[in-house]
């Protein structure tokens, strides 16, 4: 990883430091971040005569060959760094609660925007809202392109950042288009390397955030973090982490909860963790505890099924959702779980 004394290369820098990699068949990547561009070495980086060359020119601070089968999601990398800022909110310096409906009902917009309003006035940072659903069966709703108007009309009135999944590239230029604030990779998709790859080039150079879900059959933290790999690599450092329970162990819960990974994986990488206690228990009634626990482990924030009136929704919402008042209630307990655990006392 190429670090320059200056903010971002010039054309020029760029094009010299470009020609000398080419040399010992490398590519540069550059990854840009909020404040400084770094410049990924795509290909064997430990090449000793090409690291000299590119040491000795001038306008070059550093070169980090990090030992590490994740160059840029290492805790060591030079995007440790890096602040993720969503809508004014910078990820790690008070919990980031997103939530909204699991599926928006392109028929009743209404559910929708009323649901926006509420999970605001709750204290919810951002707003979720599934306009394309991946679904167990292939007879179930499947979502529907109409609704994403309804997410982007929900941003203007309530002036929050827009949460929402896509499965493929057609969705993903839809989602582009509306200029989406954060996609989602669900569990089905976390492991689809080539629409990993695809959406860090495709948002590369822009303030798009990702949430990479963990899939349901993950083993080992690494995987995870190897998964986000490819869109950091592809050029968006912008990427959040997101444990949502795996293949279910125990009879009542939807998954076996995962909130648990959350320090394992800030051993290793400087993602920010995002919690989805809805997908993993399943339940609205258990949701609450898993989203306390997740603040009890450190995560940096939390996403929410949430719906002015579950027996009315679509998808999960019916069975996961929670109504805004005790969306309301949970968000002030997290924080207050927040503070405990960041208080340095307690855990010294
Ligand atoms: C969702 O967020 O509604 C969803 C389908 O999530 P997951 O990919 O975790 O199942
Ligand atoms: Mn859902």
Known sequence: MIIPKEPK???EQLNEVSEIAAEYNCNIKPIEGH????????GEER???MINRIMGLDYIDRFDAIDSPYKLMDIHSELANHKIVIGGHIMGEAPFIIAGQCTIDPNNPNYFLETAHAVKEAGAKALRGGVWKPRTMPYAFQGDDRSISILVEAREQT???IDTEVMD???????????VDILQIGTRNALNYSLLKKIGEKTANTSMK?????????GPVNELVAAAEYIVAG???NVMLCPRGTIPQMEGYRNNPDESITPLLKEKTWAPVVVDPSHSVGRAKYVPGAALAAMAYGADGLIIESHIDPKHGIGDDPKQALTPEVLAKLIKDAQTIWDIARDEKVFA
């Open 210 to 218: 990702v949430l990479l879900k963990r899939t349901r059959a993950m």
């Open 35 to 42: 404040h400084r561009t770094i410049y990924a070495l795509l």
């Open 235 to 237: 050029g968006n450092p």
């Open 159 to 161: 002036g929050l950042p």
């Open 9 to 11: 290369l010039t054309k």
């Open 169 to 179: 590239e057609h969705q993903l230029e839809i989602a582009l288009e509306a200029e």
């Open 47 to 49: 090449e000793a005569i």
